[in-house]
């Protein structure tokens, strides 16, 4: 009973395949992605998305994104400086206007809403506090709690390239405003490293992740994606 179970499971999956197989680019209204840059920048995690082909001009979709001690090679381990407690989860809604209908090569606009939680325990590191006056001041730990949250608002050009039986790619840029706030606790052996105080302009992607505190600004988005549409 199994055996015909699944060798009916097999001759449906294999029908559906040949069917999208036999349709055209604009005939085929589903897409499945994958984030190549998500899996390749830190904090890196796994990222699949879904978008559906309403009509010819207006799409829909979304990206589910998951990243842990665990799932991350072993190689990308010290690379990234993640510890065993590393969690990344993030969503990423999305609406897509088409600009070039009736082309293979698609020209598309989006609006892009999201959201980030990201969670450590971190050992023998460094970050920017803040004082009574409001300046940040470094500091070093011996250990330390670390969680990140991170939501805003992206306006998305992205390049719809089909090539050969369903397999896509997808470069992306984007420019939005986003909301970061990063918050320490469960500290041990709190110092004073020195009285540099945290510059917001020379302070550097890494040094953002190590600035305590709340602050909203421009969000510059660049992605590239491979997908598979049927």
């Not at 999956?13 to 209204?29: C, L, N, P, V, Y």
């Not at 971190?122 to 009574?132: F, I, S, T, V």
């Not at 730990?141 to 991170?150: G, P, T, V």
């Amino acid at each position: 009973m199994k055996k015909n179970f699944l060798l009916f499971l097999f001759v449906i999956g294999f029908g559906q395949f040949i069917s999208a197989q036999e349709k055209s680019s604009d005939e085929r209204k589903n897409v499945i992605t994958f984030s190549v840059l998500s899996a390749a920048l830190s904090p890196p995690r796994w990222t699949f998305g879904y978008i559906y082909k309403l009509n010819e001009r207006y799409w829909i979709g979304s990206e589910i994104g998951y990243g842990s001690y665990h799932s991350i090679p072993l190689s990308h381990k010290p690379k990234y400086k993640i510890n065993e407690d590393y969690q990344l989860f993030e969503i990423r809604p999305e609406f897509f206007i088409n600009l070039s209908e009736n082309r293979r090569v698609k020209h598309l606009i989006s609006s892009e809403f999201f959201y980030i939680h990201h969670t450590d325990h971190l050992e023998n590191g460094e970050y920017y506090r803040n004082d009574a006056q409001n300046f940040s001041y470094l500091y070093s730990y011996d250990e330390a709690d670390y969680k990140r949250i991170k939501y805003g608002l992206n306006i998305n050009y992205n390049i719809f390239i089909p090539t050969h039986k369903g397999l896509v790619f997808i470069p992306k840029v984007g420019l939005g405003v986003k909301n970061r706030n990063v918050k320490y606790s469960n500290i041990t052996n709190l110092e004073s490293v020195d009285t540099r105080i945290f510059d917001d302009f020379m302070g550097g992607l890494e040094n953002h992740y190590k600035k305590e505190g709340s602050s909203t600004d421009f969000n510059l988005n660049l992605n590239f994606k491979i997908a598979y549409q049927f």
